[in-house]
């Protein structure tokens, strides 16, 4: 089994930065695909940014160029940069995998099958 763990949420000031971070525990050598993945009160969650285990990544239109996804895979750790913060990117977020590579043209939550707890964003408008 795998779990997942996120840390590194928070409150932040509109226009400031945070570091999301996520562990994976347990048996992950076939796991091709991570992501992140937010939800706002009374929202649906909606895809982030993924990643595949070759590095190659998708983001969602509305974070593009604010937010940088990334990985270390020797330590099983995936990372979400989040600059530039704005009160619409409050919620809570989640680290997801799955044990396939990324589907390439969307980052949807019906495609991952592996799911963390979640870490709260908090951006006063």
């Known amino acids: 089994q795998v779990q997942l763990v996120e840390t590194g949420g928070g409150s932040v000031q509109p226009g400031g930065s945070l570091r999301l971070s996520c562990t994976a525990y347990?048996?992950?050598?076939?796991?091709?695909?991570m992501g992140w993945f937010r939800q706002a009160p009374e929202k649906e969650r909606e895809g982030v940014a993924h990643?595949?285990?070759?590095?190659?990544?998708k983001y969602a239109d509305s974070v593009k160029g604010r937010f940088t996804i990334s990985q270390d895979i020797a330590r099983k750790k995936l990372y979400l940069q989040m600059n530039s913060l704005e009160s619409e990117d409050a919620g809570m977020y989640y680290c997801?995998?799955?044990?396939?590579?990324?589907?390439?043209?969307?980052?949807?939550?019906?495609?991952?099958?592996?799911w963390g707890q979640g870490t709260q964003v908090t951006v006063p408008s």
């Open positions: 347990g048996l992950t050598d076939n796991i091709d695909c």
């Open positions: 990643i595949n285990y070759d590095g190659t990544t």
């Open positions: 997801a995998a799955r044990r396939w590579a990324c589907v390439s043209s969307a980052i949807r939550k019906i495609d991952f099958t592996l």
